[in-house]
């Protein structure tokens, strides 16, 4: 059988990478890489564990001055994490 037209390689997998799901899930896995760019080493540091859940990002930290500035950024850090993303992948963050 003979393609009358044929992909690159490349353009059938920026396709890919663009469908919804499969770019949630992309910036999903890179979501500890855009935390240590936004917050910083040290807050990267201290936190213990990021878990997306329902589109909420639950995010554990080790120490209560670490966790209240956190609390305060936390739609600030909500906007800036979706905009790394490129995609709309949290709606709220809860720091414990």
Request: charged share 30%; glycine share 6%.
């Amino acid at each position: 059988m003979k393609r009358t037209r044929t992909k690159p390689i490349g353009e059938i997998l920026e396709e890919f990478f663009k469908r919804p799901y499969v770019a949630a899930k992309v910036a999903e896995g890179r979501l500890p890489e855009y935390w240590r760019e936004i917050v910083g080493e040290y807050v990267a540091e201290q936190t213990h564990s990021l878990r997306l859940d329902n589109h909420i990002l639950y995010v554990t930290v080790r120490t209560g001055v670490v966790r209240n500035e956190l609390f305060y950024r936390r739609d600030e850090l909500c906007k800036l994490l979706n905009d790394r993303a490129g995609i709309r992948l949290i709606n709220a963050i809860i720091v414990r």
